[in-house]
């Protein structure tokens, strides 16, 4: 439970309300962390949020998030030193050579760039199609991605901006029919979870499910997801759409 103190390198607004914060940690985590994990990241004197690894490297993190409300707000703000405990939640162990297509949505796109880190290292490819509200909220390939590339990178916007007008699925839907890959993995909010379900039932995808998490490593219930006898901290945050349908629509 104890915290390692970290220095914030830079913060950086990539877009509009969606900020990268960079930081290098004090001492050695000890473990390579796989993607999907996240840290809790304690802001001192405000509290304590749930961040997805959206990069690490020989111990800098970058961590990728929209603000919402007072721990996010205050992140965004941060400047000298603040603690992280973490690794925690059940990473993506990825398999030599496969093929995976990420979906995400908004700030759902957070933990892709780790992902696509480690999968290069296995030989794996990632093809990552992004689905966004407005032009405001893209990112570019080159600024989202630093050092890495997936095999490919489609941006949907709903308000047309792009090639890709819709949202992410229906994108999804009509531009990547056609192609085959290993594994699918939808990463967003709740709604493009459960539309993704819906829609890609006959594969059944993974989903990264997001519920309020306190402790980080099983002990006080916070984060269970109801109906399923799961506790996201301890074997989440990815699940099979078959696992997570009725939390999705019930939870
Ligand atoms: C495992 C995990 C990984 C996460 N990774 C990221 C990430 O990489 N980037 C990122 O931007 N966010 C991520 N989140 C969500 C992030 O932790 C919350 O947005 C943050 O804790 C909100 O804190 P706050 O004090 O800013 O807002 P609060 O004041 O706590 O909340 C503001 C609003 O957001 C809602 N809210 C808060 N937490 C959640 C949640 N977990 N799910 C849905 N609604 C919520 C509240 O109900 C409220 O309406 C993750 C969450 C989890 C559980
Ligand atoms: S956050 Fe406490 S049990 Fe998961």
Redesign the pocket.
């Known amino acids: 439970m104890s915290f390692r103190s970290a220095k914030v390198v830079s913060v950086e607004e990539l877009s509009e309300g969606?900020y990268r914060m960079k930081l290098k940690l004090m001492d050695d985590l000890g473990v390579e962390p796989q993607p999907f994990q996240?840290f809790m990241v304690w802001v001192p004197r405000?509290?304590e949020?749930?961040?997805?690894?959206?990069d690490y490297v020989d111990g800098s993190l970058a961590?990728?998030?929209?603000?919402?409300?007072?721990?996010?707000?205050?992140?965004s703000k941060a400047r000298g030193f603040i603690g992280v405990r973490g690794p925690?939640?059940r990473g993506l162990s990825i398999r030599r050579g496969e093929r995976m297509l990420v979906i995400a949505g908004g700030?759902g796109i957070?933990?892709v760039p780790y992902l696509v880190r480690t999968a290069l290292r296995t030989r794996s490819s990632v093809d990552v199609l992004w689905g966004v509200r407005k032009a405001c909220e893209v990112i570019d390939g080159g600024k989202l991605f630093q050092g890495v590339k997936p095999s490919s990178f489609y941006v949907a916007t709903e308000d047309c901006s792009t090639d890709y007008c819709g949202t992410a699925i229906e994108v999804a839907l009509k531009a990547l029919g056609s192609g085959s890959w290993d594994r699918v993995i939808l990463v967003g909010p709740?709604e493009m979870l459960r539309e993704g379900c819906r829609r890609f039932m006959d594969i059944d995808p993974l989903v990264?499910?997001?519920?309020?998490?306190k402790c980080g490593i099983g002990l006080c219930g916070t984060?269970s997801l109801k109906p399923m006898p799961k506790l996201?901290?301890m074997d989440?945050?990815l699940y099979k759409c078959s696992q997570a349908v009725d939390y999705l629509e019930y939870g």
């Open positions: 969606i996240f405000v509290k949020v749930p961040m997805s690894i959206s961590i990728l998030f929209r603000v919402r409300g007072r721990g996010t707000e205050a992140l925690y939640g700030v957070a933990p709740r990264a499910l997001e519920s309020i998490v984060c996201l901290c989440g945050p």
